[in-house]
Every structure is written in structure tokens, then in C-alpha cells.
């Protein structure tokens, strides 16, 4: 086994040497589109499993009833 730690993800530091380039990473600025269909595919998503979380629910009593 090496003596030394390897890290398998380089780490560059900016010229100040004291931060870690990623961690000075920004998100770039987020358009209307994006905003508006993240919106609405976080609705979808929620509605789809809140469907899926009732009709497991409803299931285990159909099947199982409140033998358990």
C-alpha cells in the first residue's frame, strides 16, 4: 500500500492559493423558461407521486388488510 494519500479528483486553487476553485463556482442566472417548466415538471413530479404513495397505501389494505 503507498505511504501517501492519492486524491482521484484534482483540486485547483485560485491564484489567492486559499480557496478551492470549485467552491468559488457560481450558478449561471437562471432564465424565465427554466424557471417556469422547473416549476412545472416539480409539479408534475409531485402530483405523480403523491398518486403513487396512495394507491401503494390503498393496495396494502385492499390486499393485506389490518391483519399485520
Known amino acids: 500500500m503507498p505511504s501517501s494519500i492519492r486524491w482521484w479528483w484534482p483540486i485547483h486553487f485560485t491564484s489567492s492559493g486559499s480557496v478551492p476553485r470549485w467552491l468559488s463556482w457560481r450558478r449561471p442566472e437562471l432564465s424565465l423558461l427554466s424557471v417556469v417548466v422547473d416549476d412545472v415538471v416539480w409539479?408534475?413530479?409531485?402530483?405523480?407521486?403523491?398518486?403513487?404513495?396512495?394507491?401503494m397505501l390503498c393496495f396494502f389494505f385492499l390486499f393485506c388488510g389490518c391483519t399485520v
Open 43 to 55: 409539479k408534475v413530479v409531485t402530483a405523480f407521486e403523491s398518486v403513487a404513495l396512495v394507491s
